[in-house]
């Protein structure tokens, strides 16, 4: 269900209103939570003025041994990130690479016309990324139907609270496949930046019904029993119609190195506290906002983190580490996230990305849609209708995919 967004000014004050009324004490309720925050804050800048990062990372060795520690675990739910390292074995990883090189080379991808790309990110101040619009490249299905990237997927849906007595939100151990796209950045590249933003919407996590259920604990003054991780009304939430608004549900966002990189090489910037989104769901209820403004909310649109509104987040804006090819990186759908402006590097930084789309109702219906576009190699459905494979000879078929992939793809049942 897409949320109607006539009169949205009159709905964001009609919300305000309600809220103010029903929760008076908001104001210590919102001190509380940026103490948290501070906290968190001063503690990223702490180690990265020490040339250290609090992003947890984890070995996939470890993952296959069931030799995790809760250490590690309890890491990953306060910062909603984590790097898993060796997912892949480089010469495999560094192989795709030069396959998806070949790919985009020998079709002529970058000398296609371009039929008009995505306007979600038209707001935020960097310019607009132009990331190549293929999705069904045989390394792209080798990935994400692999062996590996499962076994990576259920040890972080399992962080999850993903069932509530007899209620399953969705499977931990079953996926729905989510085509998305890949970068290939080249050196000295300006355009490619993103300004910090949380993708899954914007005004919807106020004015959905669903999204307030998920939220509901910050509004009440129960910090102690706001849960990130639990999956309870995250399948259900309602989005705003948009041509590249996630309509799936994602547990994770997350990418696949396909090259060495790290800071100031155009890679991903992360805030790495659980708890922005809390900041984030509370600042517009604050004395110094407008009665119609949400803070960097406009609705069909990624929700943009600001000087203006949110400048204490923004203090714990870092780089990720240095990667190798094969490291895979994971954030957690509420986390803040970027691109760095401008690629300082020698070589092309480049990834696939491949997030989290768990078993449930609501993936499995994005599947029927996007069957159809895997079929005739057409642009998947969340985003912009560039279809430039359509007429790609060796973009993968139903022969590419084994049998998770039939699964994955919504192709054949799970047992």
């Known amino acids: 269900m897409s949320i109607d967004t006539s009169n949205i000014q009159e709905k964001i004050c009609r919300l305000k209103h309600t809220v103010n009324k029903n929760y008076p004490n908001i104001m210590e309720r919102f001190n509380e939570i940026e103490a948290r925050v501070s906290e968190d804050i001063r503690t990223i800048e702490s180690s990265k003025k020490k040339g250290k990062s609090v992003i947890p990372e984890i070995m996939f060795s470890d993952i296959v041994k069931n030799k995790v520690d809760y250490k590690a675990i309890k890491s990953v739910r306060r910062h909603g990130t984590v790097l898993v390292r060796n997912v892949f074995p480089l010469e495999k990883s560094e192989e795709w690479f030069h396959q998806l090189d070949q790919y985009l080379d020998q079709n002529g991808y970058f000398e296609q016309d371009d039929p008009g790309l995505d306007n979600y990110f038209s707001d935020l101040k960097a310019e607009k990324p132009q990331i190549c619009a293929v999705y069904w490249s ?62 899954g919407g914007s005004v919807e996590r106020w004015l959905g019904e669903n999204y307030q259920h998920v939220y509901r604990s910050l509004f009440k003054g129960k910090l102690q029993d706001y849960n990130p991780f639990n999956g309870e009304f995250r399948t259900e939430v309602e989005g705003i119609d948009s041509p590249a608004v996630c309509r799936a549900f994602r547990t994770w966002q997350g990418w696949t190195a396909l090259t060495t990189q790290g800071p100031e090489d155009g890679t991903l910037q992360l805030i790495p506290t659980i708890l922005s989104i809390a900041y984030v769901m509370l600042r517009p209820f604050m004395q ?55 690629h300082k590097g020698k070589d092309i930084s480049s990834v696939m990305y491949i997030g989290s789309a768990p078993l449930c109702e609501r993936n499995m219906s994005y599947l029927e849609r996007q069957k159809q576009t895997f079929l005739e190699g057409r642009s998947s459905p969340d985003f912009a209708p560039e279809d430039f494979e359509k007429n790609y000879p060796d973009r993968s078929t139903m022969e590419d995919l084994n049998e998770l992939g039939m699964k994955q793809m919504g192709f054949s049942a799970w047992n």
Request: with cysteine; hydrophobic share 30%.
């Open 138 to 199: 045989k390394p792209q299905v080798q990935a994400r139907q692999s062996t590996e990237m499962s076994q990576t997927k259920s040890f972080l849906n399992r962080i999850w609270n993903y069932k509530k007595n007899s209620t399953i939100h969705f499977d931990p151990d079953r996926e729905c496949t989510y085509a998305d796209r890949i970068r290939m950045r080249q050196p000295g590249d300006t355009s490619l930046g993103l300004s910090p933003h949380v993708d």
């Open 288 to 342: 110094d906002v407008p009665e119609e403004i949400l803070c960097g909310a406009v609705e069909g649109r990624a929700q943009a983190i600001t000087e203006e509104w949110h400048s204490l987040l923004l203090r714990g804006l870092v780089s990720i580490p240095n990667v190798e090819p094969g490291d895979t990186v994971w954030w957690h759908s509420d986390v803040v996230h970027a691109v760095e402006h401008e």
